[in-house]
């Protein structure tokens, strides 16, 4: 059973940044992929950014050239380094994580972003 841990969600002003944290309780090399989603109130819930085992990054295009995910493989936590950020992007952001056929999700953290 993995288990995925976010943090660093908070309040934030239009124009600001924030970094979210995504601790996972295995080694994430051994996952196929790593994903942020995110999901607004009365919305479902979106893809961010994926990060696969060889490295390679994907972004939606909503947040291409604002979002980076990146990861520290010797503390088995990925990043989600968010720029620009605009009152579109309030949602409550999850960490998600493929191993085989199975998918693991963390618990969220919420992000809101004042005009």
């Known amino acids: 059973q993995v288990q995925l841990v976010e943090s660093g969600g908070g309040l934030v002003q239009a124009g600001g940044s924030l970094r979210l944290s995504c601790a996972a309780s295995?080694?994430?090399?051994?996952?196929?992929?790593m994903a942020w989603y995110r999901q607004a109130p009365g919305k479902q819930r979106e893809w961010v950014a994926r990060?696969?085992?060889?490295?390679?990054?994907y972004y939606a295009d909503s947040v291409k050239g604002r979002f980076t995910i990146s990861r520290d493989n010797a503390k088995n936590t990925v990043y989600l380094q968010m720029n620009s950020l605009n009152p579109e992007d309030t949602a409550v952001y999850y960490c998600?994580?493929?191993?085989?056929?199975?998918?693991?999700w963390g618990q969220g953290t919420q992000v809101t972003v004042s005009s």
């Open positions: 998600q994580c493929t191993s085989g056929r199975l998918e693991y």
């Open positions: 990060i696969i085992r060889t490295g390679i990054t």
């Open positions: 295995g080694s994430i090399l051994s996952f196929n992929a």
